[in-house]
């Protein structure tokens, strides 16, 4: 079983991946997938820039990837990481792999007053526990974590601007 130190931990790593995004030319997000005991399966940064693709956000290209790999039964006992709460869109996506445990440093409304009105990110004003709440399936999600939550904005700092 995982607990809140691995939590952190693999939050640290997709604030790395995050930042390797970025320096790649994409936006500032990174996730990873972990086993129920916490050992890292994949990692992805956002890819929407310079892949030109709308979906490339890194928990959704995460999820996709995953649903080839594992099958729907091994991935509901995995937890995705992400620096920022998953958006309406990368929710559906965890949600259709069957992830079972979602884990974020920084929350949505965080994230909505980093963007601003930011065209690349027009962030909606949702919460993933809502939109989950609506669906079949009793995701966990845990987050956010207040000090991480500041490092996971710092990787944004001027990039919106």
């Avoid at 992805?44 to 039964?73: M, W």
């Avoid at 990481?81 to 259709?96: D, F």
């Avoid at 992830?99 to 409304?109: D, K, L, P, S």
């Amino acid at each position: 079983m995982i607990d809140h130190n691995t939590d952190e931990k693999l939050l640290q790593r997709c604030i790395e991946i995050s930042e390797a995004a970025r320096a790649g030319g994409n936006t500032p997000f990174g996730a990873l997938l972990a086993d129920k005991d916490g050992n890292i399966l994949m990692e992805q940064g956002n890819i929407e820039l310079t892949e030109k693709k709308c979906t490339g956000h890194a928990e959704c290209s995460l999820a996709d990837r995953a649903s080839h790999e594992y099958t729907k039964d091994f991935l509901w006992t995995c937890s995705l990481y992400t620096t920022a709460e998953p958006c309406v869109m990368c929710s559906g996506a965890i949600y259709w792999a069957n992830i079972g445990r979602v884990v974020y440093a920084m929350e949505e409304t965080r994230l909505l007053e980093l963007t601003g009105s930011n065209e690349v990110n027009p962030t909606f004003d949702l919460p993933s526990r809502e939109i989950y709440k609506h669906g079949q399936k009793n995701i966990t999600v845990v987050g956010p974590f207040k000090d991480l939550e500041v490092k996971a904005a710092e990787v944004h700092q001027g990039y919106w601007d």
